[in-house]
């Protein structure tokens, strides 16, 4: 293998593949890799304009598909929007601008910064829970 490039396990023949994958050694380094701390930040927005439940739903679909954007909480009754994102990839302005750009008017009321383990997905969660 090319030492500059990356591993891949699927570049490996079936049985080395097999093989890697029962020894756990492709799967603690990965995990390894995968559980590093990702700093990220929690926003809390009021929302005005948000009058139900389609509302919400349209302020969290529009919100989470922001490329850094973890995780999003909107709430009608209490006309706010909860946030958490990687600050490195996407703004609170941004975050305004795509809600506003539905039609409600949003602004920045809190934020605070947090540091959470990035989750295993997939084939990585699968090996985990085995091993």
């Given amino acids: 293998m090319n ?3 990356s591993f891949s396990p699927w570049s490996l023949g079936a049985v080395a593949l097999v093989a890697l994958i029962g020894t756990g050694a492709w799967a603690s380094r990965t995990a390894a890799a995968a559980t590093d701390e990702v700093p990220l930040v929690t ?3 009021r929302v005005e304009g948000m009058t139900c439940g389609g509302c919400e739903a349209s302020v969290k679909m529009t919100v989470k598909r922001l ?4 995780e999003v909480e909107a709430s009608h009754t209490e006309k706010r929007a909860t946030v958490t994102y990687d600050a ?4 609170p302005e941004a975050i305004v601008a795509a809600i ?4 409600y008017t ?3 009321v809190e934020t605070k910064t947090t ?5 295993a997905t ?3 969660a699968k090996l985990r829970a085995c091993c």
Avoid: I, N
Avoid at 115 to 119: I, L
């Fill in 3 to 5: 030492p500059t490039k």
């Fill in 43 to 45: 926003s809390v927005f």
């Fill in 67 to 70: 490329d850094g954007v973890r």
């Fill in 88 to 91: 490195k990839k996407v703004s």
């Fill in 100 to 103: 506003e750009k539905l039609g």
């Fill in 106 to 108: 949003a602004e920045l």
């Fill in 115 to 119: 540091t959470a383990e990035t989750k």
């Fill in 122 to 124: 997939g084939l990585l």
